[in-house]
C-alpha cells in the first residue's frame, strides 16, 4: 500500500492559479501511474490528469487540457498538479490516487486502476 497526504487547496478568483502536492510514502518503489480525480458537490468523480511514474507519460481531461499542468519528483515521492486560468466549475474536492505495479490496470479513466488514495484537498474558485 502507498499513504497519500494531499496539500495546497484553497480559495482562488476566477482566473487564478493553484498547485497542488500529493506526498507518497510507504511501497513508493511500486508505483505504476499516479493520478488526479476531482469530485464536484452532487457529482461522480471525475478524472483529471495522470502520469505513468516512470515514463512520465502524462494525459489530461479535455476540461483541463492547456491549463492543468501534472508533473512528478521522483526523489521526494510527490506528485504536482499546477492549475492556471481557474474557472468556477474547477470547484471540487481534488483526491490523488495511485497504481502500484502488479495490481490491475483499466486505464486513466477507471478509477478501479488506483488502490490507494489521498483524503482531498478543497479547491473553490469564485466567479
Known amino acids: 500500500q502507498v499513504q497519500l497526504v494531499e496539500s495546497g487547496g484553497g480559495l482562488v478568483q476566477a482566473g487564478g492559479s493553484l498547485s497542488l502536492s500529493c506526498a507518497a510514502s510507504?511501497?513508493?518503489?511500486?508505483?505504476?501511474?499516479m493520478g488526479w480525480v476531482r469530485q464536484a458537490p452532487g457529482q461522480d468523480g471525475a478524472f483529471v490528469t495522470g502520469?505513468?511514474?516512470?515514463?512520465?507519460?502524462?494525459t489530461y481531461a479535455d476540461s483541463v487540457k492547456g491549463r492543468f499542468t501534472i508533473s512528478r519528483d521522483n526523489a521526494k515521492n510527490t506528485v504536482y498538479l499546477q492549475m492556471n486560468t481557474l474557472k468556477p466549475e474547477d470547484t471540487a474536492v481534488y483526491y490523488c490516487?495511485?497504481?502500484?505495479?502488479?495490481?490491475?490496470?483499466?486505464?486513466?479513466?477507471?478509477?478501479?486502476?488506483?488502490?490507494?488514495w489521498g483524503q482531498g484537498t478543497q479547491v473553490t474558485v469564485s466567479s
Open positions: 490516487a495511485a497504481n502500484l505495479e502488479g495490481t490491475t490496470w483499466y486505464g486513466f479513466s477507471s478509477k478501479a486502476s488506483f488502490g490507494s
Open positions: 510507504g511501497r513508493t518503489c511500486s508505483t505504476y501511474a
Open positions: 502520469i505513468i511514474w516512470t515514463t512520465r507519460y502524462t
